[in-house]
């Protein structure tokens, strides 16, 4: 097979679609990146504004991709919503980590910038600007929808386009329902300003006092009630809907503000503005200092409500004093403080959604199950042969079942496991405990910095101690991000291991909107390899190297860039060198500069990077070899592919390591191969290389940083990976 074939086809740089957001107006909100792309033609400087692509840059083009899919009038209608709910929700993610750390390099004076050459200040300058920009198309989006939704007998009203007898009909329900859930907080000399929860969505009120004149108070809007609150046809909370609205809502917050009178009686309503507040969550935990690091843990996530404030998103119509008030009492910038256009917060919007209207969703699909595991069961089939499983196209059931049949098995000795993100009412977790529960030996080591699935983990790894599980939670230092799960059997031929790895985590939940690679295999050496690296997490060892596996933090870097720089040194022997990478993130600089010193020996590399990605594609004697797409659809891509064609001698690695210095240093990470042929072959062409020359969900990254949809010469039709493999019933990997 030659590189041509392999390499999916040059994409030609088109204009965005109409609908999508404005690449030109986005790049002239970037400082300094039109500048790096001049540079970049400049190959004999070598400067690194010309090497790289700034990290927060880059993450935000990917978000970009996601507010592209709620753009799409091609996507179904409540598809649309959801994307645009799933921007939102990343964007508050981003300011929470990112941004704060950004802010707390520049606090404590950092001088030292990043490889792509932007101080903090000048990302954060960057960062505003891009936000600020995209939050128009954002808010003037969801006012596209809004009569879109209307079309489908879904109305999210104004308060003020209800009737008077709807209001009357609220306002009972308000009484009942919220108004007892409210605590208004005043603001004046005997009352301190109130705290102001990270992400919480709240009313900033003036009232006048007949005596005490103008005051100043604040109403968080709760959280425990839906902020988008049904209305009958009588006005009541209910889900009948209006006439001819089978569902009709209206913002929990205007209705608040319509009813302030009851929570302030006697004073003048002057007006009331809803605002919301993003804080630091990236807290990091001395665990070298930590007594107990369950109990430190727990301490820790309970302090995000309280981290300093990084955002403060306002109504375009808050008057200039209300938001003095704000920033002052907040400790803020006015840089800090972002305008709405329309409404404060569209994460929310994940409730329309979710509505049950399967005529504007994408039609659901029947996961599968390889044929030989439902005839022979788990062990046998095993013992046989490797079972790879593609999710959310195959079921993540026959995981779960694995680890069932593991802790039902007589002959079953032990199981040995790592957990991530689990998410609530864990089968896997169940699953572990009755192994327990029936004498097997069970290990587990659980994450804790896992971040924003803490609390969820805290509460798996006491109901795992309390059942006689051994919990472990890790090395000092780093996270354990390995997906794995070792098996031990005694059989007649002698004890025998059996080994489940993956690019995803055991998530049932996250496993149907996650494309993730699952492979299990009784290959004694991966069993011996997973063996060592289980006893380095729970007990001490020096190891870094494996048979068959690449293992982070010890030497996967090298190991992998010493394939890199084989495919080089074969390429310019035979000529026919060629790499091909699926990931969600390439950040680490030697990676980079290993792929630039191929692309500049004549490798032809493609890289299909999800997320962020610093490497710069394209320049002229540096890496006009590489090409690099991302693909954002329907499913979420998270697996990592690593393909080498290592002179004909095909190599697949895949596992749970992207290549970021957070994954290949400060993480414990794997990637294992694939050495069946069979399965080889398939990962190679029915995934890898069929996502790769994906024309309908894939953007083409520019030497500039910008994105470009990818359309193929000549194509009588859109090629939609997605699509292609949930049309395939027969898969070379299901038999």
Same mark, same amino acid.
Not at 336 to 346: A, N, R
């Given at each position: 097979?030659?590189?041509?074939?392999?390499?999916p086809?040059?994409?030609?740089?088109t204009?965005?679609?109409?609908g999508?957001?404005?690449?030109?107006?986005k790049?002239?909100?970037?400082?300094g990146?039109?500048?790096a792309?001049?540079h970049a033609?400049?190959v004999s400087?070598?400067d690194?504004?010309?090497r790289?692509?700034?990290?927060?840059?880059?993450?935000?083009?990917?978000?970009?991709?996601?507010?592209e899919? *709620?753009?799409?009038?091609?996507?179904?209608?409540?598809?649309?919503?959801?994307?645009?709910s799933?921007?939102?929700?990343?964007?508050?993610?981003?300011?929470?980590?990112?941004?704060?750390g950004?802010?707390s390099?520049?606090?404590?004076?950092?001088?030292?910038?990043?490889?792509?050459?932007?101080?903090?200040?000048?990302?954060?300058?960057?960062i505003?600007?891009y936000?600020?920009?995209?939050?128009r198309?954002?808010?003037?989006?969801?006012?596209?929808?809004?009569?879109q939704?209307?079309?489908?007998?879904?109305a999210?009203?104004?308060?003020?386009?209800?009737?008077e007898?709807?209001?009357e009909?609220?306002?009972?329900?308000?009484?009942?329902?919220i108004?007892?859930v409210?605590?208004?907080?005043?603001?004046?000399p005997g009352?301190?300003?109130?705290?102001?929860?990270?992400?919480?969505?709240?009313l900033? %009120?003036?009232?006048k006092?007949?005596?005490q004149?103008?005051?100043?108070?604040r109403i968080?809007?709760?959280q425990?009630?839906p902020r988008?609150?049904?209305?009958?046809?009588?006005?009541s909370?209910?889900?009948?809907?209006?006439d001819?609205f089978?569902?009709?809502?209206?913002?929990?917050?205007?209705?608040?503000s319509?009813?302030?009178?009851?929570?302030?009686?006697?004073?003048e309503?002057i007006?009331?503005h809803p605002?919301?507040?993003?804080?630091?969550?990236?807290? /990091? @935990?001395?665990?070298?200092?930590?007594?107990?690091?369950?109990?430190?843990?727990?301490e820790?996530?309970?302090?995000?409500?309280?981290g300093? %404030?990084?955002?403060?998103?306002?109504?375009? &119509?808050?008057?200039?004093e209300m938001?003095?008030i704000?920033?002052?009492?907040?400790? @803020?910038?006015?840089y800090?403080?972002?305008?709405?256009?329309?409404?404060?917060?569209?994460s929310?919007?994940?409730?329309?959604?979710?509505?049950?209207?399967?005529?504007h969703r994408?039609p659901?699909?029947?996961?599968?199950?390889?044929?030989s595991?439902?005839?022979?069961g788990?062990?046998?089939? @095993?013992s046989?042969r490797?079972?790879?499983?593609?999710?959310?196209?195959?079921?993540?059931?026959?995981?779960v079942?694995?680890?069932?049949?593991?802790?039902?098995?007589p002959?079953v000795?032990?199981i040995?496991?790592t957990l991530y993100?689990?998410?609530?009412?864990?089968?896997?977790?169940?699953?572990?405990m009755?192994?327990?529960?029936?004498?097997?030996?069970?290990s587990v080591?659980?994450?804790l910095k896992?971040?924003?699935d803490?609390?969820?983990?805290?509460?798996w790894a006491?109901?795992?101690e309390?059942s006689?599980v051994?919990v472990? $939670?890790?090395?000092?230092?780093?996270?354990t991000?390995?997906?794995?799960?070792?098996?031990v059997?005694r059989e007649s031929?002698?004890?025998?291991?059996?080994?489940?790895?993956?690019?995803?985590?055991?998530?049932?939940?996250t496993?149907?909107?996650y494309?993730?690679i699952?492979?299990?295999?009784?290959?004694p050496?991966i069993?011996? !390899?997973?063996?060592?690296?289980?006893?380095?997490?729970?007990?001490?060892?020096?190891?870094?190297?494996?048979?068959?596996?690449?293992? *982070?933090?010890g030497?996967? &870097?090298?190991?992998?860039?010493e394939?890199?720089?084989?495919?080089?040194?074969?390429?310019?022997?035979?000529?026919d060198?060629f790499?091909?990478?699926?990931?969600?993130?390439?950040?680490d600089? !030697?990676?980079?500069?290993?792929?630039?010193?191929?692309?500049q020996?004549?490798v032809?590399?493609?890289?299909?990077?999800?997320g #962020?990605?610093?490497?710069?594609p394209?320049?002229?004697?540096?890496? /006009?070899?590489?090409?690099?797409?991302?693909?954002?659809g329907?499913?979420? /891509?998270?697996?990592r592919?690593? $393909?080498?064609?290592?002179?004909?001698?095909?190599e697949?690695l895949m596992?749970s390591a992207?290549l970021?210095?957070?994954?290949?240093d400060?993480?414990?990470?794997?990637?294992?191969p #694939?050495?069946?042929?069979?399965?080889?072959?398939a990962v190679?062409?029915?995934?890898?290389?069929?996502h790769?020359?994906?024309t309908s969900?894939?953007?083409?990254?520019r030497?500039?940083g910008?994105?470009?949809?990818k359309?193929?010469?000549?194509a009588?039709?859109?090629?939609?990976?997605?699509a292609?493999?949930?049309?395939?019933?027969e898969?070379?990997?299901?038999s």
């Open positions: 097979m030659s590189s041509q074939q392999i390499a086809e040059k994409s030609q740089e204009p965005a679609a109409e999508h957001v404005s690449a030109s107006r790049e002239s909100a970037i400082g990146e039109a500048k792309e001049s033609q400049d400087r070598r690194d504004e010309a790289f692509l700034n990290r927060e840059v880059s993450w935000l083009r990917f978000n970009s991709r996601v507010l899919e *709620a753009l799409d009038p091609r996507n179904p209608l409540l598809e649309r919503v959801k994307f645009l799933i921007y939102a929700s990343n964007l508050d993610e981003f300011f929470m980590i990112r941004v704060s950004l802010r390099q520049m606090a404590a004076g950092v001088l030292e910038a990043p490889p792509d050459g932007m101080t903090p200040a000048e990302q954060l300058r960057a505003r600007e936000v600020i920009a995209e939050q198309d954002a808010s003037k989006l969801w006012d596209e929808l809004r009569p939704l209307e079309d489908a007998g879904v999210v009203l104004d308060y003020e386009d209800l009737q007898s709807q209001r009909a609220l306002r009972r329900h308000f009484e009942a329902e108004f007892p409210l605590t208004p907080l005043a603001f004046d009352h301190p300003f109130p705290h102001i929860s990270n992400l919480s969505l709240n900033a %009120v003036v009232v006092d007949p005596e004149g103008e005051r100043f108070a968080k809007v709760p425990t009630i988008l609150v049904p209305v009958s046809t009588d006005g909370a209910d889900t009948n809907g209006l001819g089978p569902h009709t809502f209206v913002f929990l917050e205007q209705l608040v319509e009813n302030l009178d009851l929570l302030f009686p006697g004073l309503i007006a009331s605002f919301r507040v993003t804080r630091d969550a990236d807290f /990091e @935990i001395e665990e070298d200092e930590a007594a107990d690091l369950l109990t430190a843990m727990a820790v996530v309970g302090q995000r409500h309280f300093s %404030v990084v955002r403060l998103e306002v109504d375009r &119509r808050m008057p200039e938001r003095r704000l920033t002052r009492n907040l400790g @803020i910038k006015q800090q403080v972002y305008t709405s256009e329309g409404m404060v917060g569209f929310s919007l994940m409730q329309i959604a979710g509505l049950d209207l399967p005529e994408d659901p699909f029947l996961p599968s199950v390889p044929r595991i439902a005839e022979d788990y062990f046998e089939t @095993i046989r490797d079972i790879l499983l593609y999710h959310p196209y195959d079921s993540f059931e026959p995981v079942d694995f680890i069932r049949e593991a802790a039902r098995d002959n000795l032990a040995k496991q993100r689990v998410g609530p009412n864990s089968p896997v977790v169940e699953a572990l009755e192994a327990r529960e029936n004498g097997k030996q069970v080591l659980v994450e896992a971040r924003f803490e609390e969820n983990n805290i509460v006491k109901a795992l309390k006689g051994h472990t $939670y890790g090395l000092v230092g780093l996270k991000h390995a997906k794995m799960c070792l098996v059997r031929s002698g004890i025998r291991t059996y080994v489940h790895l993956s690019t995803g985590n055991y998530n049932p939940s496993a149907k909107l494309t993730d699952g492979f299990i295999t009784s290959d050496i069993g011996r !390899d997973v063996t060592s690296l289980f006893n380095s997490l729970t007990g001490y060892s020096l190891q870094r190297d494996y048979q068959k596996l690449l293992v *982070a933090p030497t996967m &870097r090298q190991r992998f860039i394939r890199i720089d084989r495919e080089a040194a074969l390429h310019q022997q035979h000529g060198g790499m091909a990478f699926k990931l969600n993130s390439l950040v600089p !030697d990676c980079i500069e290993a792929l630039y010193r191929a692309s020996v004549g032809k590399i493609a890289l299909q990077v999800r #962020i990605c610093c490497l710069r394209g320049v002229p004697g540096l890496s /006009e070899n590489i090409e690099v797409n991302s693909l954002v329907r499913f979420l /891509e998270h697996p592919i690593y $393909y080498f064609r290592n002179g004909g001698d095909e697949v596992g992207d970021m210095p957070r994954n290949l400060g993480r414990v990470e794997l990637l294992f #694939i050495e069946d042929r069979a399965l080889r072959s190679i062409e029915q995934i890898l290389f069929r790769l020359r994906d969900n894939v953007r083409t990254l030497p500039d910008t994105y470009s949809p359309r193929a010469p000549g009588d039709r859109l090629i939609d990976s997605h292609d493999l949930l049309g395939s019933s898969l070379p990997w299901r």
